[in-house]
T-cell receptor, first 110, second 115 residues
């Protein structure tokens, strides 16, 4: 069973701070990596995808990938209360099956 | 961005009833999926399809069945609902043509409660 591990949190940060979310995965042949945001009672929403080592920035979000360490992270700059949600890490393997972590709950306090 | 529609949004039903959860997408995506998610827990893949007339069981054993007669439609059926089936059911789709850039998009989900 391929595993995607995340700290369940909750991670609490003050408004305006940087939130750092981490994820590790067990399958070395994983090709694609994703971060989804899920508000309570809602479905996951794709916010970032990353395919190669390094950083990828999109607005206030930066995804970081290190395949050698099997580690992917998401940084949220200038955190807002509206960023409060559960963030799911997902991995796509060579067979194009998606595996999800259990998510990290983020609380941004005003 | 994919448009994926799930109905009903909420369903409360008695034990033993047969139910069908509907899922349709308008983007022409080949692959469609059903995930099950309990509150605060990870998503579990229960069924997926690579295209018309293709259905596969996922990693989590499920008593449900699916069909894929049309590209855009991927309904999930429970022949006899039980309280253990109470959960959120999420339908998703992706485009094989994107290759390694394949992304997964979700519908709004169906929250099922079996009494």
């Amino acid at each position: 069973q391929k595993e995607v591990e995340q700290n369940s949190g909750p991670l609490s940060v003050p408004e305006g701070a940087i939130a750092s979310l981490n994820c590790t995965y067990s399958d070395r042949v994983s090709q694609s990596f994703f971060w989804y945001r899920q508000y309570s009672g809602k479905s996951p929403e794709l916010i970032m995808s990353i395919y190669s080592n390094g950083d990828k920035e999109d607005g206030r979000f930066t995804a970081q990938l290190n395949k050698a360490s099997q580690y992917v992270s998401l940084l949220i700059r200038d955190s807002q209360p509206s960023d409060s949600a559960t963030y799911l890490c997902a991995v796509n393997d060579n067979f194009n099956k998606f595996y999800f972590g259990s998510g990290t709950k983020l609380n941004v306090k005003p | 961005e994919a448009d994926i529609y799930q109905t009903p949004r909420y369903l409360v039903i008695g034990t033993g009833k047969k139910i069908t959860l509907e899922c349709s997408q308008t983007m022409g995506h080949d692959k469609m999926y059903w995930y099950q998610q309990d509150p605060g827990m990870e998503l579990h893949l229960i069924h997926y399809s690579y295209g018309v007339n293709s259905t596969e069981k996922g990693d989590l054993s499920s008593e449900s069945t699916v069909s894929r007669i049309r590209t855009e439609h991927f309904p999930l059926t429970l022949e006899s609902a039980r309280p253990s089936h109470t959960s959120q059911y999420l339908c998703a789709s992706s485009d094989i043509a994107q290759g390694n850039n394949e992304k997964l998009f979700f519908g709004s989900g169906t929250q099922l409660s079996v009494l």
